[in-house]
């Protein structure tokens, strides 16, 4: 199929890879293999393969081409694209369903802070005031959450972004650029500056790593999860977004409660052997050594969201069923490529 595109479609598509890869390189909108983008030219629909990074996008084969009726079909007879097209990103039936020529998806920190509110539809109304948006309630990737934005589209078809509760954004456009410069105004519109965080206690978290299999990360705004008095309140009631059940498959987060910081370091091993990270409370976070570079991006992004949500913001957490079926849907979808690693994220 790619042997056929034209000269100008090979030039939108090197457009969409660009796009894709400064999106991806941008860690308030793309955590490790979060987030995908779409172009459909002639009939084809390239969508991001899924498990793909999106900052790879300039020298992989991020985008894979598929023929776009063959994917609608597939939808009338109520069945995920996802499911049939081996390597299609989770949200393909969302892209399919968007009318518009290019569709990109992340995980903004700054939406997320907004769309995890339960006031959030009130919140956005001033905020992204003048531009043709919608509010998508929560529901899981895949087909049902196309199904969801296709009832919202029936509505009102005039609409170029979709706030995703719980989850994210979305923006379509007839092209790159114009789905870039719309990206810019609603994260001008949304941004929020992050809650100064506690210091963090270096000698006591150094001493902690001194032959241990724990390690301090390399992203310094992780350590506000352990830190920040407002942060640990508001995680440790619930999970917040999906890619949060990469850590925790229960809606009781024992994970992202603040630990007490203990006498000896060994004492975090035995008790703590199986968590990926630990978060001390008042001292900081500590990760395991053998922590993938998705979850150390997960982590990243979910430390800049809560430092983003007001301290008294109502919060609209995952219900459980929610919580255990995301769990479900990223563990298989990522087993289905790396049976070897016990986490990651194949959005
Ligand atoms: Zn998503």
């Given amino acids: 199929m790619s042997s056929n595109i034209s000269g100008t479609q090979k030039a939108e ?17 793309t955590q490790a293999s979060t987030g ?12 991001k393969a899924s498990g793909k990074w999106l900052v790879n996008a300039r020298g992989e084969d991020t985008l894979i081409p598929l023929d776009l009726d063959d994917v609608r079909e597939c939808m009338e007879h109520s069945a995920d694209p996802a499911e049939i097209y ?3 990103s989770i949200e393909t039936a969302m892209h399919a369903v968007l009318p518009h020529p290019v569709v990109l998806h992340v995980h903004s920190v700054n939406t997320i802070a907004w769309a995890v509110r339960q006031d959030a539809t009130h919140q956005l109304t001033r905020k992204l005031d003048g531009l043709r948006w919608r509010w998508v309630p929560y529901v899981s990737s895949g087909l049902p959450l196309a199904q969801a934005i296709e009832r919202v589209l029936s509505k009102s078809a005039e609409a170029d972004v979709l706030v995703l509760g719980n989850h994210g954004l979305v923006i379509g456009g007839e092209d790159c650029a114009k789905v870039e410069d719309v990206l810019s105004q609603v994260e001008e519109r949304l941004a929020v500056l992050p809650r100064p965080a506690g210091e963090i206690d270096s000698p006591a978290l150094k001493q902690i790593a001194q032959g241990s299999p724990w390690d301090l990360p390399s992203d ?6 352990a830190t920040d008095t407002v942060s640990q309140a508001i995680l440790s009631r619930g999970i917040l977004y999906p890619c949060q059940s990469i850590f925790s498959d229960s809606n009781e987060p024992e994970i992202f409660r603040a630990i007490p910081c203990l006498d000896s370091k060994d004492l975090y091993e035995n008790r703590y052997s199986t968590r990926p990270f630990l978060l001390i409370n008042g001292k900081g976070v500590m ?3 053998t922590m993938t570079s998705s979850q150390l991006a997960m982590l990243s992004g979910l430390a800049r969201v809560v430092q983003r949500i007001d301290s008294s913001a109502p919060i609209h957490y995952l219900s459980d069923q929610e919580v255990a079926y995301s769990a479900r849907t990223i563990s298989s979808r990522y087993q289905q490529r790396d049976p070897q690693s016990q986490y990651s994220v194949a959005p």
């Fill in 86 to 88: 081996a390597g299609a």
């Fill in 36 to 47: 995908n983008t779409s172009i459909k030219l002639g009939g084809t629909l390239w969508i």
């Fill in 220 to 225: 310094d705004v992780v350590h506000a999860l």
């Fill in 287 to 289: 990760v395991r050594r």
């Fill in 13 to 29: 598509l090197s457009r969409l890879r660009e796009l894709s890869a400064r999106i991806g390189g941008d860690p308030m909108l």
